[in-house]
């Protein structure tokens, strides 16, 4: 166990992506899941597709101000 490995960009980044996933599920799952009930294959691979790419929207949002944040300083032309 490594306990400095909190203030790591990989630990923040991660808890950060889990956190905001919950967190918009939580609050749409019941959404999702009625629009669910009762369709046919195509509507529910469209949900599917719908659901992953919400899941990825959700992920690389919650991330971006750490990945600005750890990384922006190693970029070139960065303004502080």
């Known amino acids: ?10 630990f923040q980044m991660s808890f950060a992506a889990v956190v905001a996933l919950i967190a918009v599920f939580e609050t749409t799952g019941d ?34 101000p750490f990945t600005i944040f750890h990384s922006a300083p190693a970029l070139p032309g960065f303004l502080p």
């Not at 490594?2 to 990989?10: C, H």
């Not at 999702?32 to 597709?49: F, K, P, T």
């Open 1 to 10: 166990i490594a306990p400095e490995s909190l203030v790591g960009a990989s």
């Open 31 to 64: 959404r999702l899941m009625a629009l669910r009930a009762d369709s046919g294959l195509v509507r529910r691979m469209l949900l599917h597709l719908a659901g992953l790419s919400l899941a990825s929207l959700v992920a690389t949002l919650a991330t971006a």
